[in-house]
């Protein structure tokens, strides 16, 4: 588009939410049970430590963590003066709505739009879950979302 002394202007009727799924943070500011992205997945931390290095090298910080969808072990160090990703996690509780032969559950969002995630057998909450369908009790399930990925996680009584 151009304006009447001809300069080019920005367009912005194209672009994205911008919404990243991570955003950079220093290692140092990295905190046990906080997250962190190592090898491309979003982990949760559960150890770290801080090492002096040489006379003229950087401290380095080395993690331990735990693959937050799968439970997965990681390592990494990081100079404590160099920046890594941090994934944008969120947790959100919803109505239980069905859960089918399929494993897959059911749950409405505040919008009144039904979702679904399977569930693995062997977490225990799907034991749980069908004992409450049993027994006609209503609850809630925590749902955690980071990088394009979902999974239940937990389930709340309603009231």
């Avoid at 404590?80 to 919803?94: A, L, Q, Y």
């Avoid at 919008?111 to 069908?130: D, H, P």
């Amino acid at each position: 588009m151009k304006s009447k002394n001809n300069r080019d202007e920005a367009d912005f009727e194209g672009g994205d939410a911008g919404a990243s799924e991570t955003y950079p943070m220093q290692c140092s500011a990295l905190r046990k049970n906080g997250h962190v992205m190592i090898k491309g997945r979003p982990c949760r931390i559960v150890d770290m430590s801080t090492s002096k290095t040489g006379k003229h090298g950087h401290a380095k910080v080395s993690l331990v963590a735990l693959d937050i969808f799968t439970d997965r072990k990681f390592e990494d160090a990081c100079p404590s003066t160099h920046n890594m990703e941090v994934p944008n996690v969120v947790r959100k509780d919803f109505q239980f709505v069905y859960l089918d032969s399929d494993n897959y559950v059911r749950f409405m969002d505040d919008k009144g739009v039904i979702q679904s995630i399977r569930m693995e057998e062997g977490s225990g909450l799907l034991e749980e879950m069908q004992s409450k369908v049993d027994k006609d009790e209503e609850f809630y399930v925590s749902v955690l979302r980071a990088c394009g990925e979902e999974k239940v996680v937990a389930i709340k009584p309603m009231n």
